[in-house]
């Protein structure tokens, strides 16, 4: 007779506790166990898978994202093709499918690569190794004259429509703090407060995520009625226009949230019109500390 273990034996072998095993139970049928006159039991099966989806919610993955996955397709999940020492090493070798993509205008063509990097990297790892290196290498483009203005449109398109999907996945369902994104008036560039606010739901902060070129007082607003306790302003370029709307932010904003600056452009702002403490974010890994250190 195959042996049978009750929850709280399962949750010592898997790690997970009784409350999130059944809550994965319950909302994804994660796994199935049987039922008796001594309640749940799971047989070793199952707890090898328990043991696999725990891996991988570890590494980033959403559980309602994975959960029905057969064990197979989980099992490749944890064994990705390319290893993250390789694909650090050649980002443009990773990213050369896509960028031949936008370079044809093939818009489905890009959606479907970009798809294919989120499916067989780690979420954190997505950000860091295939959006980043895309933005800065569609950017380097654009510049030199490779790429035109409605290539970066593409691209930001395929990006706005696969990020905000996954930051509607990760969403946390008991966040520990939420957090305003946008950028302000004249700032058009939303790689990366779009990244961030991945990053932001992953580490368990809730991100009301308002997209670029937003007027300060509509922010503000928004930061009020949200009882936002941080606000990220994401700033490519400095126009006239920033350091007042900036300013405009820090002041109508809730008086005990904190107010976090990031993207290129954001260490060339004067910030004398703003009467708050600032939190200056060099990059993305910066921004990761921020939320890590912002946590209750």
């Known amino acids: 007779m195959a042996t049978s273990y009750p929850i709280r034996a399962v949750a010592k072998l898997t790690g997970i506790s009784p409350d999130t095993l059944r809550a994965w139970e319950r909302r994804y049928q994660a796994v199935v166990p049987e039922r008796s006159g001594r309640g749940r039991q799971y047989g070793q099966a199952q707890i090898d898978r328990l043991v ?34 390789a694909v650090s090493a050649a ?3 990773l990213l050369r499918p896509a960028l031949a993509a936008i370079e044809s205008f ?24 295939a959006v980043v290196p895309l933005m800065r290498e569609v950017g380097t483009r654009w510049y030199d004259g490779r790429f035109a203005i409605a290539q970066e449109h593409l691209v930001s398109q395929a990006l706005r429509n696969l990020l905000g999907g996954m930051i509607r996945l990760f969403r946390p369902s008991t966040p520990v703090r939420r957090m305003v994104v946008a950028t302000p008036v004249a700032e058009t560039h939303e790689f990366g407060i779009l ?24 922010t503000a607003r928004v930061a009020r009625l949200v ?7 994401g700033i490519t370029v400095v126009s006239d226009k920033t350091p007042a709307e900036v300013a405009t932010v820090a002041a109508a904003m809730p008086a005990g949230a ?7 452009g954001a260490a060339e702002l004067n910030l004398s019109l703003v009467k708050r403490p600032v939190i200056m974010l060099a990059d993305l890994q910066a921004f990761e500390h921020e939320c890590q250190r912002s946590r209750p």
């Open 258 to 264: 904190r107010l976090w600056l990031g993207g290129a």
């Open 195 to 218: 990244a961030a606010s991945m990053l932001a739901s992953m580490s368990g902060i809730e991100a009301v995520y308002l997209g670029a070129d937003l007027p300060a007082a509509e």
């Open 91 to 93: 980002p443009v070798d």
């Open 106 to 129: 093939d818009a489905g063509r890009v959606s479907d690569e970009l798809g294919r990097l989120a499916a067989v990297l780690a979420p954190r790892d997505f950000v860091h190794l």
């Open 227 to 233: 009882s936002a306790e941080i606000v990220l302003l």
């Open 52 to 85: 696999r989806l725990n891996r991988l919610v570890k590494k980033g993955h959403a559980i309602g994202g994975i959960a029905a996955l057969s064990d197979a397709e989980l099992t490749t999940l944890l064994e990705p093709p390319a290893s993250r020492a």
